[in-house]
């Protein structure tokens, strides 16, 4: 497989004739151009040219390894330091290990401009397009992100090594060069990686632009990097970004990049292609304390002239919006498996012999019954499917019966029937308590106890009688986790938004009326309690609302099945068969498995609330990792009903298609 061609990103000229006395190397890469980036006159390709200029475009340079800057040298750093003031990013250096992010975008083909300056618009009835993306990123050199816009989807990664992009009209392709960030992130996604990058670029004065008066940053690929990413047909001439940063805010609001390409193959003239992007940032909000955008527009320019193209120059504009609906930091389950590249680019560094496994793949499998000292990081990565949203797929094979990870959860609460039996921490079964112990809550181990001691004590301040009756007496399960939730946002243990990524059920106006009731009794315990006002700030009815919408399809039935099992099977049917819940739970990357009536994998709990994740048969690389939601040994009209009353959707996997 050749490598990627610095334009691999463009639509190319396919206006030259192939030279019958070129070389192979040559005749290839024409072939190449004539097979992939014939596209720029086709109306029927402008999908393929939009996700390929605008889907997933690399940052000029690579991210700088430096400190901090401490004192003002120079108003580069002067202005990198307004800005990482004013995202309040600092406070993520050496905290964060990954950020995980989903959004929208909409693209559209603008107009075409030829020699004669005569422009071919393309309205509502052309190729605007809406499309959706889920992103990972552990640093500014380890990345995915998936794209899927009009039935097109479009792979792009990254390592630390080598970058790479799967399109479906081209295949796995590496980039040429070292290692760059992906433009995206630095459109106020990280600010971090956005203050790496600027820290050492070229103060150019100061430019109003969108009516904002900014501040205006360079950087440049050096000729080194150019010359690494040019080949005998293609060279890289320039590859320059300017950053605007607001005088008054000190926030990133304007990206422009450009980038010049000279193509010439040998007996005919050199092409020249140089591409434009601007992107405008806005609608920054504060996520964990840090200022993120969440939204903007991007347009990019393609303009193709040279002395063989006939009828002059040619123009290409095309434009994108974009928004980001979920964003959270250090979710847990993230492997290195998720940035392995495709087995084609790793065939294309024999020469690197690199070990593209993760040091999962580099330990032998410990037997089932064996605990894990050091686990490695689960063989998964989350993506986006093509019916049901986001969901979790395997990175490599997963035998039968094999753990594929554990999970503990963002917020758990025993039922109400089982609140002195079990610890109030963990959900482990204690022994039974006699008529003259104390009945207050127990836990399991100091360890318990000393965890949850933060946001216990902010409880034991109040009285949740009331509250408790309330929900005693409807048979409701989630207002105790909105409870638990709530004091340990007063306590300072988790973030008003910590659910914000998790999908929230649809509720009918009917449902969140019926809410209102819970939410004034769990005002009204606060405020006898005397609560701070800065610490119920958050404290609102939408938020309830919002929390509710997310518990009711995100959290789980804890039944601990217990005792030792050494077949899986066994183990799924005791957790089935086991007594009634002990309690209810909510986990960030069990939250992202889809449903199917006839699953892959069972979420099981053994003795505390501590989720495992086994596989129930062998599952291949790419292969979606999916459990049931519910009882599947019901009938399948039972199961549609369950299905739709709890969750919101009729099933239509293999086994309810079937009538089973």
Request: glycine share 6%; net charge negative.
């Amino acid at each position: 497989m050749n490598r990627l061609a610095p334009l691999s990103e463009e639509p190319t000229n396919d206006e030259e004739e192939d030279n019958n006395n070129s070389s192979k190397k040559v005749s290839s890469w024409r072939n190449w151009l004539k097979s992939h980036f014939s596209l720029l006159f086709n109306k029927k390709s402008d999908l393929k040219i939009l996700l390929s200029v605008l889907g997933c475009p690399l940052f000029p340079i690579s991210p700088h390894a430096g400190q901090p800057n401490t004192h003002v040298s120079s108003s580069a750093e002067y202005i990198i330091q307004h800005f990482t003031a004013a995202t309040g990013c600092r406070k993520l250096e050496g905290k964060v290990k990954n950020v995980f992010a989903t959004g929208k975008v909409r693209m559209a083909m603008v107009d075409e401009l030829g020699s004669s300056g005569s422009s071919t618009a393309v309205g509502p009835t052309g190729v605007s397009q809406k499309g959706c993306f889920v992103m990972w990123q552990m640093v500014p050199d380890k990345w995915l992100i998936e794209l899927v816009v009009g039935g097109h989807k479009v792979v792009a990664g990254s390592d630390g090594n080598v970058a790479w992009r799967h399109t479906p009209w081209i295949g796995a392709h590496a980039a040429k060069g070292g290692v760059r960030p992906l433009r995206r992130v630095l459109q106020g996604l990280d600010p971090l990686a956005v203050s790496a990058v600027f820290s050492s670029a070229q103060y150019m004065g100061e430019k109003r632009i969108m009516g904002v008066d900014c501040f205006v940053l360079k950087l440049s690929a050096d000729h080194t990097d150019l010359a690494d990413r040019s080949d005998n047909t293609a060279e890289m001439i320039k590859h320059v970004i300017f950053g605007y940063f607001s005088q008054r805010s000190g926030l990133l609001v304007y990206l422009e990049d450009s980038y010049l390409t000279r193509i010439q193959s040998p007996g005919s003239r050199p092409t020249y292609w140089e591409t434009t992007m601007a992107t405008k940032i806005e609608d920054y909000r504060t996520v964990e304390g840090v200022m993120i955008a969440h939204g903007g527009q991007s347009s990019a320019i393609i303009t193709r002239f040279g002395d063989n193209l006939k009828v002059g120059p040619a123009i290409t504009r095309m434009e994108e919006t974009w928004t980001i609906d979920d964003l959270a930091f250090n979710v847990p389950g993230l492997s290195m498996d998720c940035f392995i590249p495709p087995e084609e680019v790793q065939k294309d560094y024999p020469e690197e012999n690199l070990d593209w496994r993760s040091p999962l793949h580099r330990t032998p499998t410990p037997p089932e019954n064996e605990k894990l000292a050091s686990p490695g990081p689960p063989p998964i990565r989350v993506s986006i499917t093509e019916m049901a949203g986001r969901g979790v797929f395997a990175t490599r094979r997963i035998g039968s019966g094999d753990l594929i990870h554990t999970a503990k959860p963002l917020v758990s609460h025993p039922s109400l029937s089982s609140i002195h039996s079990v610890c109030y921490f963990c959900l482990r079964k204690l022994k039974p308590v006699t008529s003259s112990e104390d009945c207050n809550v127990r836990f399991c181990s100091q360890e318990c106890e000393e965890q949850s001691k933060v946001f216990v004590a902010v409880e034991r301040k109040a009285d949740w009688s009331a509250y408790d009756d309330y929900c005693r007496t409807r048979g409701l399960k989630y207002p105790l986790l909105v409870k638990r939730l709530a004091c340990m946002v007063v306590s300072g243990v988790a973030s008003a938004d910590c659910l914000d990524i998790l999908q929230p059920a649809s509720l009918s106006s009917e449902m969140i009326s019926e809410m209102g009731e819970g939410f004034s009794l769990l005002q009204s315990a606060f405020m006898k309690a005397k609560a701070r006002d800065e610490c119920m700030a958050f404290l609102t009815e939408q938020w309830y609302i919002n929390v509710l919408a997310r518990f009711r399809i995100n959290s789980f039935r804890i039944e601990l099945a217990g005792g030792s099992y050494e077949d899986l099977h066994s183990l799924a049917a005791a957790s089935v068969e086991t007594e009634a819940a002990v309690g209810n739970a909510v986990y960030m990357l069990p939250s992202f498995y889809n449903h199917d009536c006839d699953p892959n994998v069972h979420i099981i709990w053994i003795d505390n609330v501590n989720a495992r994740l086994k596989a129930l048969r062998e599952i291949e690389a790419g292969e979606e990792l999916r459990i049931c939601y519910i009882d599947a040994s019901m009938d399948h009209d039972a199961r549609q009903t369950i299905l739709f009353q709890g969750f919101g959707f009729r099933c239509s996997c293999l086994r309810c298609s079937s009538g089973d």
